[in-house]
């Protein structure tokens, strides 16, 4: 896996998949994820605790 930081509270993880990325956004406690191709958002994913 490997794991960028893209800026202090925003993470991208590569995935298997050529091209896609999770980026994971970090604010206030909350966090925040989304499927990326390239630049585009491909999907937006609720996060919370389990």
């Not at 991208?12 to 630049?39: C, I, M, N, Q, S």
């Not at 585009?40 to 605790?49: D, E, L, M």
Request: cysteine-free; aromatic content about 10%; charged content about 20%.
């Amino acid at each position: 896996m490997v794991v960028l930081q893209k800026s202090p509270t925003v993470f991208l993880v590569a995935l298997f998949v050529r091209g896609f990325w999770l980026e994971v956004t970090l604010d206030d406690g909350k966090a925040k994820a989304r499927y990326l191709h390239g630049t585009k958002v491909v999907a937006s994913i609720p996060v919370g605790r389990a």
